[in-house]
C-alpha cells in the first residue's frame, strides 16, 4: 500500500542543540492556531463587505472558490518539497508567503485585491503536511510510534479549529471596535507574522531526507487539470458559462483531459509528484471519498452560514439578524465542537474501530444540516444544529488526515499528508461551486441577497452528499489488531 523509494534515505547533520518537546508542540500550535485565524477572520465580515466592496452575497463565494483553488496548487508541491529539502526550511517560506498575501489583503480596497490576496493565504495548506512531517520524524525513534503521532495530529486539528474560532471574534471585535470598514482585514496578517516570529528559531529540521527530485511536470498538470475542472464548476450555471455552454463544457472536458493525462505521466515517473498507485487499494479510496464528502458541506457552507445569521429577518423575511460581532460569537459552538470532536476522535477509533468512526462523522454531519433545514426560523435550534455537525466534522477531520499519513512510509509523510489536504481542497471547492451556483440561480436580479430557497437547497444538499459519506465509510475495512497501524 505505500510507496517506496529507491534512493537511500541519507541523514542530515544534527542541530547543535536539541529543541524541546514542548517548544516544538508549541511552536506547532501556533502555526496551526495562525491558520485557524487565516482561515476564520473572514466570515464574520462577509456582510458588511456586500457594501464596502460592492459585491454581491453570490460574489462573496469567489473567495473561498479562489482560496482552495490557490490551495491545490501549493499543497503537492510544498509537501514534495518538504519532504526532499527539510520540513523546517519550506515551513518558513510557507508562512512568509502566508504573511505576504495576508498583507494584501489588509491593503484591499477592492474586490481583486482582496482575492489576490486570498490566492497567496491559500499557501496555508501546507503547514499541515509539513508540520506533520516534523513531528512524525520525531516520533519515528519514539515508543510511541504512530500513536504519539495520532495524538499530535488531534492536537494540531483542535489548534486548528481554536485559530477559527480566534479568528472569527478577533475579527468581529475589531470591525465593531474600530471606526474603519477594512481594519479587520489585517487580523491574519498580525497572526502569521507573530507565527513566523516565534518558530523561526524553535521547531527543528527533520532528522532524514530521502534522496530525488521533485515532478514539476506532474504537479504542472495536476495543477492545471484541477484547476479547470474547479473553474468550470465553480462558474458553471452562471451568465454566460451555462451548463450547456461550449465554454464550460470544453473547461470541463480540459480539466478532465489534463488530469488523465496527470495520472498516465505519474504512472510512468520514477519520483512522481505522487503515487497514484497507492489508490489501487480500497482504503486509501474510502478515505479519499470520505474526505471529498465531508469538506463538501464543511467548506461548501462557509460562507453562506454566516451570511444567513447576519441577514436581518425584518428587511429580507428570513436570518437570525446578527451583528458581525454577534455572528462569530454565533459560530463558536461549531468550532468547539469541532475541536471537540478531534480531541475525542483517537479515543473513539479505539473503542469503536476507524470505520465506524467515519461513519458516525459523517451521520453527525448530515443530523447537523437537517436541524439547520427544518429549524432555521428558531436561532437556538439552528446553532445546535451547527453544534452537531461540526462535532461530526472534527471526528472525520482527524480520522481521515491520521489514516492518510499512516498509509505512507515517514520519508514520504508530508506527501501523504498533502494528499489529504489536497482532497480537503477539492471536496470544499466542489461544495463552494454547487453553493455557488446555488446562490446565483436563486439572487433576483439587482439583489444582493438571494431568497430564502437557496439556503434551503444548500442545506438539503450538503445533508444528501454527507449521508452518502457515511455509506462510504461502511465500506472501510478495519485492520487486524495483530497487523498493527503501520498497515493502514
Known sequence: MTHTDARPVRPVRPAVRATPATAVIASVALVELSSGITQGFLSPLLRGLTETLEVSAADLNWISI????????????LSRMGDLYGHRRVLRWNLAIVLLGSVLVGLSRSFG???????????????????????????????????????????????????????LVASGFVAEAVDSPTAALWVPAVATSLALAVTWPLLPESAHRPGGRIDWAGGLLLCLGLVALMLGLGLGGTPGWEWTSARTLAVLAGGVLV???????????????????????????????????????????????PVFMGTSPAEHGYGL????????????PNMLSLALGALLAPAVATAVTDRLTLVSGSLLMA??????????????????GTTVAGLGTGFLQHST????????????????????????????????????????????????????????????LCTAVALAGAALGLLYRSPRPTTGRAAR
Open 66 to 77: 479562489a482560496n482552495l483553488l490557490a490551495s491545490v496548487a501549493f499543497t503537492p508541491v
Open 367 to 384: 443530523a447537523g444540516y437537517l436541524i439547520s433545514l427544518t429549524c432555521h426560523t428558531h436561532q437556538a435550534l439552528f446553532l445546535a
Open 401 to 460: 488526515r491520521t489514516l492518510a499519513v499512516e498509509s505512507v512510509p515517514h520519508e514520504r509523510t508530508s506527501v501523504g499528508s498533502g494528499i489529504n489536504e489536497l482532497l480537503i481542497n477539492v471536496g470544499g471547492s466542489v461544495g463552494a461551486a454547487a453553493v455557488l451556483t446555488v446562490f446565483a440561480a436563486r439572487t433576483p436580479a439587482g439583489q444582493a441577497l438571494p431568497e430564502l430557497g437557496a439556503y434551503t437547497v444548500s442545506w438539503t
Open 113 to 167: 485585491t482582496l482575492l489576490a490576496g486570498q490566492i497567496l493565504q491559500g499557501a496555508f495548506a501546507g503547514f499541515f503536511p509539513l508540520l506533520v512531517g516534523i513531528l512524525r520524524n520525531r516520533a519515528r525513534t519514539a515508543d510511541g510510534g504512530d500513536g504519539e503521532s495520532r495524538r499530535g495530529i488531534s492536537l494540531m486539528v483542535a489548534a486548528l479549529v481554536g485559530g477559527i474560532a480566534l479568528g
Open 321 to 332: 439578524g446578527l451583528d458581525p460581532f454577534a455572528t462569530g460569537l454565533a459560530m463558536l
Open 259 to 305: 488530469t488523465a493525462l496527470w495520472v498516465r505521466v505519474e504512472l510512468r515517473t520514477a519520483e512522481p509528484m505522487i503515487d497514484v498507485r497507492m489508490f489501487r487499494h480500497r482504503n486509501v479510496v474510502i478515505v479519499s471519498l470520505v474526505t471529498l464528502t465531508f469538506t463538501f458541506g464543511m467548506i461548501g457552507l462557509q460562507v453562506a452560514n
